[in-house]
């Protein structure tokens, strides 16, 4: 059996990967590809405790596993919300580019 | 294998549930109806009705004991019900702002109403929350229906930028509170406030590290919706860019919730994590109160230095929250009460100055408000004052409470960080006051006359005065009852 450790260490690079991403990427459909990686990171990470706490009881095992859904239930509204903002932006912009989003001074 | 059937308890959550519903039904209407007329006037209706439920389980909760259901998951104690009440006020009044601003604005859709209704039972989910996952359902019900309203002005950059850069930010903000949430749970196996606390209390816990670092994360995650210093970079650019009466609800719905959030987390997992994250806490605290007071400062338009002036405020309400526990909760559960009335005000005067595009909110346009418009004038005076925190103003005693929390907390240096940047505050709150009254007119102001935003200045001026000059009745309500804060 694969240790705990591995399974959070390889969760733990993929969420750096999505971080890396969203500070990165220009367009914003990546940058929110890369909130997406960062989700899921934690989802492996959650499935992998879920396993290590399999010993304290099936209670404890599976909240950690129902926590995952939802989770990927909440990633799912977001892409809705987001990606309608995006379409209406995109209808008059014709650009996804974040850097474009500088009319609003910082 | 068995498992114990659900303990639902339906009486502790009937305010957000009659506002969920109120929303269904809104949405529904929203169908058959060119205009919001008819689905604001039926969200005023859930929202009384959703009051009243509130007053019920508030009363109940006095004289027995406190409400909790789904296990510990969700706790409808006092503060969750005082803060259900400041959510509640914050909402009617952005719907009474925003019935005849949205049709000169030309924004005029019935699905408004229903979002800001869903925006508020999330936020009211968020502060009843008594696990990590209830705490992110609520974070994303209430947040999902902001980003929306914050990009309300279709066809309008700042609008839509100000939505995109908010929905992206927050996206990356809620990825950290998600995996802090999914590290605490690794450490503890548990993720119920009062379950995670009793293991990190326990004999043999040696995971400390780990739960530090998601204790970390997790408050990056609430930081950012609170706006609290380094992560407030969205806010003045969310505020400046949504429509009026949105600003004026994200500035005070959004961040009572995320305040309570932190409260609650404050006051069961958090202590027994490594000093490490107070300390950190503490520095975001002051960080907030310099960077917030010192960039309003330098504002042009009002609207954004009110915006600074917001993130300012997180900041005197992370002292209460640094002091949580009895004392800081009530200090903050009070002074957010104030800041709702008081901003919601000012907000409220301003969408009544402003272009029917929110443009035009120098403070030129402000010369000589005194004398052409004498009671907007006032008003704004009465909330810039209290903002300013001048007694006998409600923004006074909120500013007293929290210091003094901060101080019996052992903050010093924090309370005196806040006492000098809230003298700093004062001249860009006067230098408003004293263009409209000592400056000549230059702009001829667009004639806008709204019974509902009038009726909601003539609210929150009341209430500024009378909770500045009466504060002990609000006080002594928050000590009834019992506060479970997380359960234990």
Excluded at chain 1, 80 to 87: C, E, K, N
Excluded at chain 2, 30 to 40: F, V
Excluded at chain 2, 417 to 442: K, L
Aim: proline share 3%.
């Amino acid at each position: 059996m694969v240790a705990t450790e591995y399974y959070v260490a390889l969760s733990s690079i993929l969420f750096a990967i999505g971080a890396v991403g969203v500070l990165t990427r220009r367009s914003a459909i990546m940058v929110f590809l890369s909130v997406e990686l960062m989700l899921n990171a934690a989802n492996l990470a959650l499935v992998a405790f879920a396993r290590q706490w399999s010993g304290a009881g099936s209670i404890t095992a599976l909240s950690g596993q129902t926590a995952v859904f939802i989770i990927l239930a909440l990633a799912a509204a977001e892409v809705a919300v987001g990606l309608g903002i995006l379409v209406s932006i995109f209808r008059y912009r014709a650009s996804t580019d974040v850097d474009a989003l500088a009319e609003i001074r910082l | 294998m068995t498992f114990p059937g659900p303990d639902i308890n339906w009486v502790a959550f009937t305010p957000p549930l009659v506002l969920l519903l109120t929303a269904a039904l809104a949405v529904l209407f929203a169908l058959y109806q060119e205009s919001g007329r008819l689905t604001a006037q039926l969200s005023l209706l859930g929202l009384v009705v959703a009051a009243l439920f509130n007053l019920h389980l508030f009363q109940v909760v006095r004289q027995t004991d406190a409400f909790t259901s789904f296990g510990l998951r969700y706790l409808a104690d006092t503060p969750a019900i005082a803060f259900n009440f400041v959510i509640l006020i914050g909402t009617v009044l952005a719907v009474l702002m925003s019935y005849h601003y949205l049709e000169r604005a030309d924004l005029d859709h019935p699905e408004y109403y229903p979002l800001i209704l869903l925006s508020a039972c999330g936020a009211m989910v968020m502060v009843a929350a008594g696990d990590l996952i209830t705490l992110l359902l609520g974070l994303e019900i209430m947040s999902l229906a902001v980003y929306v309203l914050s990009a309300w002005r279709q066809g309008s950059r700042e609008s839509e930028e100000a939505g995109m850069k908010y929905f992206l930010l927050g996206a990356f903000a809620s990825a950290f509170l998600v995996y802090g949430i999914a590290l605490l749970y690794g450490a503890s196996g548990h993720f119920v406030y009062a379950e995670i606390a009793a293991v990190l209390r326990g004999d043999g816990f040696d995971q400390l590290l780990l739960a530090t670092l998601g204790g970390m994360l997790v408050l990056a995650g609430l930081a950012f919706k609170a706006a609290l210093a380094p992560f407030h970079q969205w806010a003045p650019d969310a505020y400046t860019g949504a429509p009026t009466p949105v600003t004026a609800f994200m500035s005070v719905v959004v961040k009572a919730a995320a305040i309570a959030a932190l409260l609650r987390i404050f006051s069961s997992v958090f202590p027994d994590l490594s000093p490490l994250v107070g300390q950190v806490f503490a520095v975001l605290v002051a960080l907030t109160l310099v960077l917030g007071n010192l960039a309003a400062l330098f504002q042009r338009g009002v609207k954004r230095m009110l915006a600074y002036s917001a993130v300012a405020h997180a900041g005197y309400l992370g002292l209460a929250v640094l002091a949580a526990g009895t004392v800081g909760t009530r200090a903050a559960i009070w002074y957010l009460t104030a800041y709702t009335l008081m901003n919601v005000g000012a907000f409220a005067v301003l969408s009544l100055i402003a272009d029917r595009n929110d443009r035009g909110d120098d403070l030129e346009r402000f010369a000589g408000l005194g004398r052409m418009k004498p009671g907007l004038a006032a008003a704004l005076t009465v909330f810039l004052l209290s903002l300013a925190g001048i007694p006998p103003l409600a923004g006074f005693t909120g500013k007293i409470l929290v210091f003094q929390a901060a101080l019996q907390a052992g903050y010093v240096a924090l309370a005196i960080i806040g006492i000098v940047m809230s003298v700093v505050a004062v001249v860009y709150y006067f230098r408003v006051v004293a263009v409209m009254y000592f400056r000549e007119p230059e702009y001829e102001l667009p004639a806008i006359s709204s019974w509902a935003t009038s009726m909601a200045i003539v609210v929150t001026v009341a209430g500024t005065v009378l909770l500045g000059i009466f504060p002990g009745w609000w006080y002594g309500l928050l000590q009834a009852g019992r506060q479970l804060l997380a359960g234990m």
